[in-house]
């Protein structure tokens, strides 16, 4: 599988943006985001299942950012609003069998990231 995202950039505080992740060859039964600030760990953003209604978002982000799937277009996007500079990072797309796979990081694939900057 390949996974290809768009839609980083840079942004103001307080201003959204929304990710796309395009998956093609063989999808697995999962999709998620994460991301990687400067001189940090990757984090766990949001998983969706392309089947189904499961969807984790990380405690501290659901209130801001949805994950959502367009399965025609194998497709997942990532819509963050009222974004804030510690959002700044580096965000990836990543896939895998079951969601709490994703959750845990153990994914079977990984995009290639796409920068986003929340400054003023």
């Known amino acids: 599988v390949q996974l290809v995202e768009s839609g980083g950039g840079l942004v103001q505080p307080g201003g959204s943006l929304r990710l796309s992740c395009v998956a093609s060859?063989?999808?697995?039964?999962?999709m998620g985001w994460f991301r990687q600030a400067p001189g940090k760990e990757r984090e766990f953003v949001a998983a969706?299942?392309?089947?189904?209604?499961?969807?984790s978002y990380r405690d501290s982000l659901k209130d801001r950012f949805t994950i959502s799937r367009d399965t025609a277009k194998n497709t997942v996007y990532l819509q963050m609003n009222s974004l804030k500079p510690e959002d700044t990072a580096v965000y990836y797309c990543?896939?895998?069998?079951?969601?709490?796979?994703?959750?845990?990081?153990?994914?079977?694939?990984w995009g290639q990231g796409t920068q986003v900057t929340v400054s003023s």
């Open positions: 990543a896939t895998s069998e079951k969601i709490a796979s994703v959750i845990a990081g153990r994914v079977d694939s």
């Open positions: 060859g063989r999808t697995f039964g999962a």
């Open positions: 969706i299942m392309w089947i189904g209604t499961t969807i």
